[in-house]
């Protein structure tokens, strides 16, 4: 028994301390202690790391975070696990895809890896976990650093005034778990990978850093508007930082002053800039980017940004002034050997799928994916809707789910508002109406355009099925309506899909975030019927014959890409996933309904 509680009188009772993670649920680490790091340069942590799963939390029990390196013959008691020895992973993965025995866990797990580091006294050095989800724990040489919640979204720990110069031991404390009270909660359609799944990097900065840039076009398309954060200021001091777009001929000082303390004496200061400049407008015909260089003191930050607008006017979408119609596709992060690890190749493999159906838009389904799909389809020219994991049945009441929930979203936008190609965040996805709801969705809304009133504010609604009617009170705090409707496979008669436009007469626009099938394309799918090719195809024609002549509707999502693993689905077509993409798990072997949609949407194109 090596249970460990500061709250217990003695040894026994410790083993009844059921609280021995509260004070290390301090989600202190969030959207306020984001870093900017595009276009800066790493130390990868990438690798193998000491690796442990921890069914019954024994290593918060029992600390283990403050064991220190010794042998057997140095230690002056037993040990339940040695974070300095023993199995190892690879850092990024997913431990469901490594071991069978790993396939379903669900609980905490502890990543351990050596950091040497040659510290330079005016430097400062900030840890960036891409992601890790869900719940993850930060110790170093002992120490608890700080805890984040949400399992898509990067997180940033400042540790220059816990590193030693030469060894130092990182400890991540990884949990899976699902719980009612969190963003996703515990019932979703997709597979809950736990795991350090994305880039883990330690940055170098010099005292005063660059923690934030926003770049972006006006709304009267007029002048680029820039808001800049430093951090380190001197207390009441103020600085300047250099803004440069060369191929614009811009060069613009803008002050900075300081704000608010984020340690004892220094404080992060802001300014803003707003330059008279008429850019090439990004667009997927033409997706223009600009070198923005910004320069403060000893730092210096690059990043690609495209100008463009993106309204609602009336029924419409405009983009740079031009109502646009999306021809989209949903995608999940997921990948049939990798888990929710994706690479580089992957997302190109996903986006050159998207640009051969003839999509201008993907919806990024439920969760935010990794940065670099935003910044490859600012690239290749493609609209996205973003968004977070308000899925389904969460718990509205808890003040802490909201929590979560907008901590969440302003993540995902600040370290995707540059990104042209983003032009909606999405609040939530098929959830019930009732009061606590609308109040926790609407503040959600709020949310998003404080920080950042130039997009689109969307939500997967509710169709009230026996009015058929769009029947959701969220739909006028949001200036996108996105339904997902599966006529053909859970709804019966697509005719209803005329009479929801003239029962609702929508002031704003809508779109189709999902419709869709099951086809089972391996050797054990059956020919016909339920979850065949054929009945798919079949689907998508009628979808596709309805949605044509439907004024209302200025896009769609159709669900889904490839097919992804999720644990709920388990009839002899599914075996483990859902099987409604348009491409099997494969990534390769398309089905008859691709065809179908490419069809349309290439002809969607000329018009
Ligand atoms: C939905 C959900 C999505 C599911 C899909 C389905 O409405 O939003 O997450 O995967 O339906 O296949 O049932």
């Known amino acids: 028994m090596l249970e460990r509680s500061t709250m217990a009188e003695n040894a026994l009772t410790?083993?009844?301390?059921?609280?021995?993670?509260?004070?290390?649920?301090?989600?202190?680490?969030?959207?306020?202690?984001?870093?900017?790091?595009?276009?800066?340069?790493?130390?990868?942590?990438?690798?193998?790391?000491?690796?442990?799963?921890?069914?019954?939390?024994?290593?918060?029990?029992?600390k283990w975070y403050e064991l220190q390196p010794a042998s057997p013959a140095d230690r002056t008691e037993p040990w339940d696990y040695d974070p300095f020895m023993g199995e190892t992973v690879p850092v990024p993965s997913n431990w469901a895809m490594l071991k069978e025995k790993w396939y379903f866990f669900e609980g905490s797990a502890w990543y351990t890896r050596r950091l040497d580091v040659a510290i330079q006294p005016e430097e400062r050095y900030v840890l960036r976990v891409g992601a890790a989800q869900y719940d993850c724990k930060v110790f170093m040489n002992g120490k608890f650093l700080g805890n984040h919640y949400g399992g898509s979204t990067p997180f940033y720990v400042e540790l220059t005034e816990h590193l030693a110069d030469g060894e130092n031991w990182l400890m991540l404390c990884v949990n899976n778990t699902r719980t009612l009270d969190r963003v996703p909660m515990r019932n979703t359609d997709w597979f809950n990978y736990g795991g350090v799944y994305r880039d883990v990097e330690l940055f170098t900065l010099p005292g005063i850093f660059i923690k934030d840039m926003f770049v972006r076009l006006s709304e009267d398309g007029c002048s680029i508007e820039v808001d800049v954060a430093l951090d380190g200021l001197e207390g009441g001091k103020s600085t300047t930082a250099l803004l440069e777009v060369p191929e614009l001929g811009i060069a613009q000082h803008i002050t900075v002053t300081q704000e608010a303390a984020t340690r004892v004496g220094i404080g992060v200061g802001r300014g803003r800039?707003?330059?008279?400049?008429?850019?090439?407008?990004?667009?997927?015909?033409?997706?223009?980017?600009?070198?923005?260089?910004?320069?403060?003191?000893?730092?210096?930050?690059?990043?690609?940004v495209g100008f463009r607008t993106i309204v609602r006017d009336g029924v419409d979408i405009l983009l740079n002034g031009e109502p646009v119609w999306l021809r989209g596709i949903s995608v999940h992060e997921d990948d049939e050997a990798m888990g929710k690890v994706t690479s580089e190749e992957d997302i190109r493999r996903r986006l050159a799928h998207a640009k051969e159906l003839g999509c201008n838009y993907l919806r990024l389904a439920h969760y935010p994916h990794h940065e670099r799909v935003a910044e490859l389809a600012d690239e290749m020219g493609f609209m996205l809707w973003q968004e977070i994991p308000v899925y389904w049945a969460i718990d509205f009441e808890s003040e802490s789910t909201f929590k979560d929930a907008k901590n969440q979203l302003a993540e995902v936008i600040f370290r995707d508002r540059n990104r042209a190609s983003v032009i909606i965040w999405s609040v939530g996805n098929e959830n019930p109406d009732t009061d606590s709801r609308l109040r926790f969705m609407r503040k959600l809304t709020e949310t998003a355009r404080l920080h950042d009133p130039t997009r689109l504010v969307a939500a997967a609604c509710l169709i009230n099925h026996a009015k058929l009617k769009i029947e959701d009170r969220l739909a006028e705090h949001l200036d996108v309506i996105g339904i997902n409707e599966y006529y053909g496979w859970y709804?019966?008669?697509?005719?209803?899909?005329?009479?929801?436009?003239?029962?609702?007469?929508?002031?704003?626009?809508?779109?189709?975030?999902?419709?869709?099938?099951?086809?089972?394309?391996?050797?054990?799918?059956?020919?016909?019927?339920?979850?065949?090719?054929?009945?798919?195809?079949?689907?998508?024609?009628?979808?596709?014959?309805?949605?044509?002549?439907?004024?209302?509707?200025?896009?769609?999502?159709?669900?889904?890409?490839?097919?992804?693993?999720?644990?709920?689905?388990?009839?002899?077509?599914?075996?483990?996933f859902n099987r409604k993409g348009l491409i099997s798990a494969d990534k390769r072997t398309k089905k008859e309904a691709f065809d179908v949609l490419a069809a349309f949407y290439h002809e969607m194109k000329d018009k």
């Open 14 to 62: 410790a083993l009844h301390d059921e609280q021995y993670d509260v004070p290390l649920n301090s989600q202190n680490l969030n959207h306020h202690t984001m870093v900017f790091t595009k276009g800066r340069e790493s130390v990868s942590l990438n690798g193998s790391w000491n690796f442990c799963v921890d069914l019954l939390d024994t290593g918060l029990r029992q």
């Open 491 to 576: 709804d019966e008669n697509i005719e209803d899909l005329r009479t929801i436009g003239e029962n609702s007469n929508p002031d704003r626009p809508v779109v189709i975030s999902e419709t869709g099938a099951d086809g089972d394309n391996t050797c054990h799918g059956p020919v016909t019927g339920w979850f065949s090719e054929s009945y798919m195809a079949e689907v998508y024609r009628q979808q596709i014959g309805m949605l044509r002549e439907l004024e209302y509707i200025k896009g769609m999502s159709p669900w889904i890409l490839y097919d992804f693993r999720v644990e709920r689905r388990q009839n002899i077509y599914q075996r483990g």
């Open 273 to 304: 800039c707003c330059i008279a400049a008429d850019p090439e407008r990004w667009s997927p015909a033409n997706p223009r980017l600009y070198d923005v260089v910004l320069t403060a003191g000893d730092d210096r930050i690059t990043d690609r």
